[in-house]
């Protein structure tokens, strides 16, 4: 755990206002849910909840059934971080940052497709894989993550990558709200 520097009261009401600063650096947004842990000497810590981070193993086992399917490498992120990978090294790619591209796509809440060979980043930093399809997993209106499928450099996504991207991002979607 890092320090900050920064000190904030309690109002009346119990709340604690987070800054801008640490707001904006971890992505975390109005509306946004943050689970609560405590230690016994006295820490209190905010961690931003990802309801499809609890998909887990489950998110894996997809992942992996749809790179089997497609042949194509295939990502499933949380808004935030790439949570199951396959078809791809792991170690590049796992509990990375999602692209700004990725989180604009998710922010659309509209599924994107390459038609010119060239998609979009997958992760911060890492140049490269890049997204022929990115379809944003909804759920009861949020979206909560992504289903991507990597395309090989100068490759097209077909309409059959992009229907089962759509397919997978809401059966996830609806999944989580079950």
């Known amino acids: 755990m890092k320090a900050t520097g920064i000190v904030r009261r309690i109002d009346d009401l119990g709340r604690v206002v987070i800054p801008k600063e640490i707001r904006r650096t971890m992505r975390i947004r109005e509306g946004d849910p943050l689970e609560i842990f405590t230690e016994k000497d006295g820490e209190v810590i905010f961690k931003k909840y990802s309801p499809i ?3 887990g193993e489950f998110a894996i086992t997809y992942a992996e059934t749809l790179s089997k399917t497609t042949g194509k490498g295939t990502l499933i ?3 935030d971080n790439i949570i199951a990978v396959s078809g791809l090294p792991k170690k590049e790619l796992l509990e990375r940052r999602v692209s700004s591209d990725v989180e604009s796509v998710m922010n659309d809440k509209q599924a994107f497709r390459s038609n010119t ?3 979009i980043a997958v992760a ?3 140049d490269k894989y890049n997204a022929g399809v990115v379809v944003p ?3 009861e209106g949020d ?3 992504s289903v991507i499928f990597v395309m090989n450099e100068g490759e097209r996504a077909g309409e059959v990558e ?3 991207a759509e397919s997978a991002a809401g059966f996830l979607g609806r999944h989580m709200e079950g």
């Open 53 to 55: 981070g609890e998909l």
């Open 143 to 145: 979206t909560i993550g």
């Open 124 to 126: 911060e930093g890492v």
């Open 77 to 79: 992120t949380d808004r």
């Open 162 to 164: 992009t229907k089962l």
């Open 117 to 119: 060979g060239d998609g």
């Open 137 to 139: 997993i909804v759920s």
